[in-house]
């Protein structure tokens, strides 16, 4: 079975300061893990995705995720944030094949100017 | 832009009526997808055709129907529902089943009075 856990609801962060997205997962495959954005009215858009090969997984628009098998972490980042990330981000597990994908619960990132 | 199109974006039905959702990719894919997002809770996986065969069903109360007559198209009828399945119902497509991403509609928010 697997599970995900995004451990924060809400983050807030000003316009140019580093983000940091927080997920942690179980699975008893090895999983495949992914990083989707929703922006208010639109569907989900995938951002970067970890699927066995490097653990350092660069992704659209400045995010980046490390695969941690050790703290069983994905936790997605950026370097400075920019108004335009403001969005809800959801952390996705499944297994090694893509199949039986699991959504985390959504944290909604704000961008203060 | 996405590809997936959604349609009709906002439903508002009795528990009585039947009413259909509709979805379209223009991607050429083979795999489509409903999902549902209620507020507060995780996203569901509710069916999946690969295709055009049904490859899964999250255990979906039959009061929900799909229907995939081709690749391109993925129905959703809906009947005798319930004011709890109220949500915003979501279609994505992908290459395939399997670690393909998947391109999602925008949704369309379903209230059931």
């Known amino acids: 079975a697997q599970s995900v856990t995004q451990l924060d609801s809400h983050v807030s962060v000003s316009e140019g300061t580093p983000v940091l997205l927080r997920c942690n997962y179980s699975?008893?495959?090895?999983?495949?893990l992914f990083w989707y954005v929703q922006h208010p009215n639109k569907g989900l858009q995938l951002l970067l995705k970890y699927t066995s090969a490097a653990t350092l997984v660069k992704g659209i628009n400045g995010f980046e995720a490390e695969f941690k098998k050790s703290e069983t972490s994905f936790h997605l980042t950026k370097p400075s944030a920019h108004m335009s990330d403001a969005a809800e981000y959801f952390c996705?597990?499944?297994?090694?094949?893509?199949?039986?994908?699991?959504f985390g619960a959504g944290t909604i990132l704000r961008v203060k100017s | 832009e996405t590809g997936v199109t959604q349609t009709p974006r906002h439903l508002v039905m009795g528990m009585t009526n039947k009413k259909s959702l509709k979805c379209e990719q223009h991607l050429g894919h083979n795999a489509m997808y409903w999902y549902k997002q209620s507020a507060k809770k995780p996203l569901e996986l509710m069916f999946v055709?690969?295709?055009?065969?049904?490859?899964e069903n999250n255990s979906v109360p039959s009061r929900f129907s799909p229907e995939c007559p081709n690749s391109s198209h993925l129905f959703l009828h809906l009947h005798t529902l319930q004011p709890e399945d109220s949500a915003l119902y979501l279609c994505?497509?992908?290459?395939?089943?399997?670690?393909?991403?998947?391109?999602f509609g925008p949704g369309t928010r379903l209230t059931v009075t």
């Open positions: 055709y690969n295709f055009k065969e049904q490859t």
């Open positions: 994505a497509s992908s290459q395939q089943r399997g670690l393909y991403e998947q391109y």
């Open positions: 996705v597990v499944s297994d090694e094949y893509g199949n039986k994908l699991v």
């Open positions: 699975s008893s495959y090895s999983p495949s």
